[in-house]
Structures are given as C-alpha cells and as structure tokens.
C-alpha cells in the first residue's frame, strides 16, 4: 500500500515536498516513482528511483527543478518539487516499478492514491 501527501496549494515559483509512504512489501528492493495527471490530460511520467537510490530519471520539463529521492528505512519516497509552474498543476501519483533499476516511463506495478498540488499563477 502507498499513501502520498504533502500536496497543497502554492504559488508560482514557490515549493514543496511530497511523500509517499510504503507498507506491506519489500520497499528497499523496488523502483519507485511519481507521475502526474493534469485536468483532461493523460497521466504522464515525472520522475523515478532505482531500489539503492543510485540512479534517477525525470522529464525533461521538471528536470533541474524536481528532485526524487528515498529514504528505505523510512520506506518513503520523496517528491521535491522547486521552482513550480502552473502547468505542474496536477494530481500527483506514487508508484512502485516493475524494474527495479528504474527507467524512463517504466511500467508500473502498483500505484498509490493520490495527491493534487495546485501552482497559482
């Protein structure tokens, strides 16, 4: 199971931090990541973590801006979102990955619910 949160309210330029917490698995051997489905749009990828925390990926629109990381003895993943945009309006949904290593829109195992940040402009 994967519960997100941390999503809010914020204004352009402004920041915040998600978290998605894991139960009920093997955390410290998975992929994760976070996508993100905007209104009337298709969910799209944004960013993901191999199971060591070695190697991360993103999209090249958040890309200088976001950053993923973990924490497996929290068993949690951590979305940092700088520098937002009102086009990084979205739900934001954790997931665990097929892979292990990771990888550019990986194919999913399971997702979390998830959480809606809002960037005003």
């Known amino acids: 199971q994967l519960q997100a949160s941390g999503g809010g309210l914020v204004q352009t330029g402004g920041s915040l931090r998600l978290s998605c917490a894991a139960s009920?698995?093997?955390?410290?051997?998975?992929?994760m990541a976070w996508f993100r489905q905007a209104p009337r749009k298709e969910r799209e990828f944004v960013a993901a973590i191999s199971w060591s925390g070695s190697n991360t990926y993103y999209t090249d629109s958040v890309k200088g801006r976001f950053t993923i990381s973990r924490d497996n003895a929290k068993r949690t993943v951590y979305l940092r979102m700088d520098s937002l945009k009102p086009e990084d309006t979205a739900v934001y949904y954790c997931?665990?990955?097929?892979?292990?290593?990771?990888?550019?829109?990986?194919?999913?195992?399971?997702w979390g619910q998830g959480t809606l940040v809002t960037v005003s402009s």
């Open positions: 009920g698995r093997t955390f410290s051997s998975d992929a």
């Open positions: 997931a665990v990955l097929e892979d292990p290593n990771g990888g550019f829109n990986p194919r999913v195992d399971s």
